[in-house]
Structure formats: structure tokens, C-alpha cells
């Protein structure tokens, strides 16, 4: 099982059937895509998956503006093109920020990036800060994603422009009223605009006020925890009456490994709980028999 992967939709480097298909060859028989800020494709993904056995839980994951690396998922979303193009009028709004970055690339640095060719580093060809990334490193003015953001787009750097992300509130909130499950993506990631961790009472704080918004259940089991983060999330879950989840965050090869073991199947059906208490998993099932 594993509830945290990405495919080529957003960051990954595998198709969503490419993905699907190695999930079956690494014995995965429940999966989420949480591509980030994008589910619309799910039907598609989801028939395919079906040929091969393996259960594909409609997921996103989208990143908020109350701190750093602060990301929420969505599981068992009904109103997927409802989210969906809520979502995207404000990609469209950031595109026109970062053709604005593209521009200050140029005035501040002599960084001449074609505005069609860094577009096409996108998937779904909206233009945003990952795809000018891209095109920096293949241009070879940086080595890595960190060097970017330190250089030339991230906070303190002078092609800096800051884009529009929505709130951890009204995510949730968003998630809620289109019918699905809110979680808190790996949550020992939070970190300052600095880069410091997020950690004790400041980090309290956060679970406080995401719990307080409404948050149904927080990602306890991911490689970027240590044994001891592990226990005390599994902890302030069980006090906090929050579902349990776990992932890889796989996004290729290289990098991570597929699979989540300490996920049960009880994990799932606590989950599909949840969105059955909300009255939804009843017509997410009816949908699927309609489907196929
Ligand atoms: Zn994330
Ligand atoms: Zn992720």
C-alpha cells in the first residue's frame, strides 16, 4: 500500500500507468496519486488501475501559505472538477506572476529564458515556479532546486515574486466541501521562511490550529520522520481522535522507494471511515458502479 505518490502530472518521473504498473511489480495493491494541486485526471487513472488489481484512492496534495513545506492531502474527493477548477483560476493567476520572475530573470541576472520552451517543463503547460526551475538548471545556471531558489526566485533572492497559495483553513475547508478527506502531509517537513525546522511548541501550535480548522487526519508514516516523530504523531492522532495515514512521497527511482509498510489495511478502512462518516464514500461507490 502506499497513499503518498506522484506521477509525471505534477513532479514525478513516471505516466500515471507507468506508475500503476510498477506499484503491481513492487506488490502495492491500494494506491493514491497525490499529484500536487491536481486530481482531474483520477477516472482515467483509476479504470486503468482496475485492469491491473490495484485500488486507486482518488487523492491531491496541495501546498498552503501558512509556512514552509506546510502540505495538505485530500483523499476520497467527490467534486473532483469542482476542486479542480478552483485550483486552477489561481494557477492561471500565478502564471501571470511568473512571466513576471521570467522578466526579472533577465533584468536582474541576464538570464534569457524562452517563455514557450520554460512553459513546456510544465505538464499541463501552465507556466509556474517548477517549470522555470527546470529551465534554469537545464540551462546550467544552477545545480540543484535549492540553488534556484537561493540565486534567483526564492525569498531574500532579487527575481523573487511571491505567488498567490491559498490558506491551510481554506484548503480544508475546500477539501470538506467538495466532499473528501483532509490530512496533514508529512508534518515534521514545516519549516521557517529560513528554512529552520518547525519543531516543539511551535510545532504544537501548528497541529493545534490545523486541528482546530478541522483536519482529519495526519500522515504519521513517511520516510522523512525519525522513530521518535513517528511515535509522537501516531500519539497526537490517537489523542485527537485523527486518522492515520502513511506514504513514500515516491516522485522517481532514484530517490525513493514505493511502499509503505507500516500501512494496514485497517489504516484504509479508517480512512474510507471517515469519508463514509461524512456521508461520502456511499456516493463515491455509487459513482464507481455507474462508472463501470
Ligand atoms: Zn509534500
Ligand atoms: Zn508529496
Known sequence: MDLH?????????????????????????????????TIIHYNEYSQFA????????????????????LHILGYYIENRAQ???????????????????????????????NPLE????SPDRILDKKAITKAILNQGY??????????????????YIPIEKMTAQKVIQLIHD???????AHPYTISRADGSSIIGAEFDQMAKKLIDYGIDGVEVFTSKHSKEQ???????????????TGGSDFHSEDVHQIGCPELTQKHIEKLQLKARRYNRLFNFQLQNRSRG
Open 5 to 37: 505518490v506522484h506521477s509525471s502530472v505534477s513532479d514525478g518521473s513516471f505516466c500515471p500507468e507507468d506508475l500503476i504498473l510498477y506499484a503491481q511489480i513492487h506488490g502495492i495493491t491500494t494506491l493514491a496519486i497525490a499529484d500536487h494541486e
Open 230 to 244: 513517528t511515535s509522537y504523531l501516531a500519539s497526537l492522532a490517537k489523542r485527537n481522535n485523527l486518522v492515520v
Open 50 to 69: 482496475d485492469h491491473f488489481n490495484i485500488t486507486l484512492i482518488p487523492a491531491i496534495e496541495i501546498n498552503v501559505s501558512d509556512c514552509k513545506n
Open 118 to 121: 520554460t512553459v513546456s517543463y
Open 178 to 184: 467538495n466532499k473528501g478527506v483532509a490530512v496533514w
Open 142 to 159: 544552477a545545480t540543484n532546486v535549492k540553488d534556484v531558489y537561493d540565486k534567483y526566485i526564492g525569498p531574500g533572492a532579487k527575481s
Open 83 to 113: 476542486l479542480e477548477e478552483t485550483i486552477l483560476k489561481i494557477r492561471k493567476k500565478n502564471q501571470e506572476i511568473c512571466y513576471n520572475v521570467l522578466e526579472s530573470l533577465k533584468k536582474e541576472f541576464g538570464i534569457s529564458l
